[in-house]
């Protein structure tokens, strides 16, 4: 019973430490309902699909080469660059676990880097797919 008291009072605990931020697994929840609504069809997110996501480079139509990559380098483990050379933290939450846990912040840079790189906004399906990558990163 003291046993069980003790672990009751440890989650509590985590959960009051982290009150206003989700799990990563809850921000992707929360996109796989947005596909769902976006398209019927919606199965499920991929990994691997999200991988090519993250490495696919287009000719942006300035001319220029533009991809995720480009910032975030080609390994999500790794610290990534601005164009203006400003340091960018890993995206693997496996490395960085403070990515992935606030959807505001989430949500925000989606539709900021998918309007730089692919010059529209991201579908549900490529978050969810691009978070379901960073997440198989171990
Ligand atoms: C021009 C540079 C640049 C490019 C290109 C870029 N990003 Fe980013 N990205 C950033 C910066 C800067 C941040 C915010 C700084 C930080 O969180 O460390 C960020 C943050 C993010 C975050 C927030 C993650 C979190 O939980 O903190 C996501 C998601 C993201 N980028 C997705 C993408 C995707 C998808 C692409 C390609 C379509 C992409 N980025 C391309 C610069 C870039």
């Not at 003291?2 to 929840?29: C, D, H, Q, W």
């Not at 933290?89 to 925000?108: C, G, I, Y």
Request: with cysteine.
């Amino acid at each position: 019973m003291n046993k069980m008291i003790n672990s009751l009072a440890l989650i509590l605990l985590l959960a009051g430490t982290n009150a206003y931020a989700a799990a990563p697994i809850e921000v992707l929840n929360d996109y796989a309902a947005t596909a769902r609504k976006e398209n019927s069809a919606f199965k499920e997110f991929s990994a691997q699909r999200g991988e090519a996501l993250y490495h696919a480079e287009r000719i942006h139509s300035k001319g220029t080469k533009a991809s995720c990559s480009g910032c975030h380098t080609g390994n999500p483990k790794n610290p990534g660059q601005t164009r203006a050379h400003k340091q960018i933290e890993p995206m693997a939450p496996s490395t960085n676990p403070q990515r992935l846990t606030d959807p505001a912040k989430v949500e925000k840079w989606f539709s900021r880097n998918c309007q730089d790189v692919l010059e529209r906004t991201c579908t549900a399906q490529e978050k969810g797919d691009f978070i379901a990558y960073l997440l198989s990163i171990k």
